[in-house]
């Protein structure tokens, strides 16, 4: 109960809630200057016709998402253009005759082809075929309904860009805020896997499974922050510099899959299990503490809470060093020198990201625009796309062709039953179930029909309890403003609140009892069940599995393992380079790493018979590769802490370039599993830079 509190307070003051906010303000106030213009001067605007700029404003809200602003003013435009061009077209189509069924069907087409250029696009892909489903079902003159649509999506399109544009700052400092959180339960996976009794495979998946949503959210902080015209404003550099420790943070919580094996093997159930698993769980309450601090939710903490865990490890290693420890409890030791030192590091960065909030300590370097540029992410549109795309062997066109032959079938068996009055929700239903994969299909089903029942039941009941439409807008309003805020913290409740203010918004003029308004929720309850069936359906014709795409995810993960060992050598061994670009290398291994785990974990809910891969092996793999990138990093912390030079070691120098060779893709083109690395290698390179003695001298320092 206290964790569902708490995660609700945390809502509230979110960005996510905000964003909801303005955007339900955004989508409700042309329609309330309408009837308040109708209300003192009598245009003759009737109700129909403010319903139409509801929906104008409602749908290109859908494509109105977070990121820089040129992005979005780029993006909202190229959606009002085409939602103009199609809702005059489609406005002219009687519902569900010959020529919509086609035109439709050619959109849902060009939707699917638009929405896999990117994640960004897949809201405007959506848009296109929301847009002409809308214009199908009007009664209105083709030109009426056109500018009315059009007067509410420009009245939009200006809000969102003023709103972006004056609280730029406040909008980058709410998305910052979220970092903390995700990072905050990132280190709380971590401490699970000091768990002696736990499953070590289960925990160390969820702890890189935890990076997915991190990890997207670090690079839209790098472009939105990056991006900023004056890097060295106070309040911009304050945040970058926020950024930049949170980064270093998640860096340094990299631990190899095999360390917490040899601390449970060679230190089975000890209190230094216990002193580990409660540093980071209490890392991760600072960082959430620290979290609501930015977001004025909270007070800042007067210190760490883990400074006793710090002590007792200190207390711990001493007494293990006087043992002078051999053979198997060597190794053991050494493991554990390594994570105090990340503990030990930690603590440092939480003090300075608590030193920089508070204001006690901001770097004096000048920043500039360029040095950040590389860590920007871009999308170009190119006839290159169009062209690599437009064959049958392409992902994109099979699901464009599977997407459209789908939407065909559903709006041609709705023409052909008496189930013309369920068409727009079963149509609408399945353009918001298919997607390129079979697992994310069926997934999303299920999370549909779960929130369609919810949201139908609750919108059943709302709509026979004959509330006064002023009443009814204020619901809808409420149901937009968590819809759009609860996407991206719970899924099956922002549908919920979706099919909510829909299901009322279709019906707020209708009169019916309440035996009448369940029964309609259970309408479009069955409506939600035929659509999934015929998404899963069709997940079938040209299908798209997971299992195509291993062999890529491995070759871009051993590039990219590569290029870290390349950076290692370039920045540290040759000098030719700064420590950027090693951690650049590492965010794109990091990256590769996280998009082959998500592809195993959608593999998994594909049918048993088409997963040709041992899963399993398949498993062990992804670990080896987070555990040696984990290595990597840590090698590098060392490389950079160390007063030792890494060159004046002829031995390191030797050993790091055979390692390197064993990973070079041009040395083993044709061998499809050359022999297996292992993280021991790796190893011999650690101690020479770390030895036990001088470790412990630099914890005392």
């Known amino acids: 109960m206290n964790q569902l509190l708490t995660a609700t307070y945390r809502f509230l003051f979110s960005h996510d809630f905000s964003f909801g906010l303005q955007k339900a303000v955004g989508i409700f106030l042309p329609v309330g200057l309408l009837y308040l213009a109708n209300l003192y001067y009598p245009f003759g605007f009737d109700y129909p016709l403010m319903l139409i700029v509801g ?232 960082l959430e503490e620290m979290g609501l601090y930015t977001l004025r939710a909270g007070e800042m903490l007067k210190r760490l809470g883990f400074k006793a865990e710090l002590r007792a490890l200190e207390y711990e290693l001493e007494l293990l060093r006087r043992e002078n420890p051999e053979g198997e409890r060597l190794e053991g030791y050494q493991v554990l020198i390594g994570h105090y030192r990340k503990v030990w590091s930690l603590s440092r960065q939480l003090e300075k990201l608590r030193s920089l909030l508070i204001g006690e300590y901001m770097p004096d370097e000048e920043l500039s625009q360029k040095s950040f540029s590389r860590f920007l992410s871009h999308s170009y549109w190119s006839r290159d796309y169009i062209r690599n795309n437009l064959k049958i062997r392409s992902n994109v066109m099979r699901f464009s062709i599977r997407s459209a032959v789908a939407m065909c079938t559903a709006l041609l068996l709705v023409k052909a039953t008496s189930f013309m009055s369920h068409g727009f929700w079963i149509a609408f239903t399945l353009l918001s179930l298919m997607r390129p994969g079979f697992s994310l299909t069926k997934e999303r089903s299920r999370n549909r029909i779960i929130g369609t029942f919810v949201g ?71 409506d939600t069940v035929i659509a999934a069936i015929i998404a899963v359906g069709f997940s079938y014709l040209l299908p798209y599995w997971e299992k195509n795409t291993i062999p890529e995810h491995l070759a871009k993960i051993k590039e990219n393992l590569y290029g870290v060992f390349l950076s290692i050598e370039k920045v540290w061994i040759r000098h030719a380079a700064d420590d950027v670009e090693f951690k650049y290398c590492l965010r794109e291994t990091q ?111």
């Open 55 to 286: 929906y104008g404003s409602l749908t290109i809200g859908i494509s109105d998402q977070i990121g820089p602003y040129k992005h979005k003013r780029n993006e909202l435009l190229a959606s009002l253009v085409a939602m103009v061009i199609i809702s005059l077209l489609f406005s002219y189509h009687k519902n569900f005759s010959i020529g919509m069924i086609a035109s439709l069907t050619l959109v849902t087409f060009l939707s699917g082809f638009v929405s896999n250029f990117g994640p960004r696009f897949n809201a405007i892909g959506f848009v296109l075929v929301f847009t002409a489903m809308m214009a199908a079902r009007t009664n209105e003159h083709p030109y009426t309904y056109t500018l009315f649509f059009t007067i509410g999506a420009v009245f939009y399109y200006i809000y969102t860009l003023l709103i972006s544009r004056i609280f730029e700052r406040h909008i980058i400092r709410h998305n910052l805020s979220n970092i903390y959180f995700l990072l905050s339960k990132h280190l709380k996976n971590l401490s699970a896997c000091y768990r002696q009794n736990s499953d070590i495979q289960k925990e160390f998946k969820k702890l890189i499974d935890s990076q997915t949503s991190l990890l997207e959210e670090l690079q839209l902080l790098r472009d939105l922050l990056f991006r900023l015209e004056n890097p060295n404003h106070d309040k911009i550099k304050k945040m970058i510099y926020e950024l930049i420790t949170l980064i270093e943070i998640r860096e340094v919580a990299l631990v190899p899959h095999q360390e917490f094996r040899t601390i449970r093997q060679v230190f089975p159930n000890t209190d230094i299990q216990i002193f580990f698993r409660d540093a980071f769980s209490k890392a991760g309450n600072n």
């Open 456 to 526: 139908c039941v609750v919108g059943g009941l709302l709509i026979a309890s004959k509330i006064n439409p002023v009443g009814m807008l204020v619901i809808i309003f409420f149901a937009v403003v968590l819809n759009n805020g609860l996407m991206r913290v719970h899924n099956q409740l922002s549908i919920a609140f979706t099919t909510l203010y829909v299901l009322v918004l279709l019906n707020i003029d209708r009169d019916l009892t309440a035996l009448q308004g369940l029964g309609l929720a259970g309408e479009r309850i069955i």
């Open 591 to 701: 990256t590769s790493i996280v998009d082959y785990s998500n592809s195993l974990t959608r593999m998994q809910n594909e049918p048993k018979k088409i997963q040709t891969y041992n899963l399993s092996m398949l498993n062990d793999e992804l670990i080896m590769f987070q555990s040696l990138l984990a290595q990597l990093s840590y090698l590098g912390y060392l490389m950079e802490d160390s007063k030792v030079k890494a060159e004046d070691i002829p031995e390191f120098c030797e050993i790091f370039t055979l390692i390197k060779e064993r990973f070079n893709p041009a040395n083993h083109p044709d061998q499809d599993d050359p022999k297996p690395f292992t993280i021991r290698e790796l190893k011999p390179l650690i101690w020479m830079l770390e030895s036990p003695q001088s470790a412990q001298n630099s914890h005392t320092d």
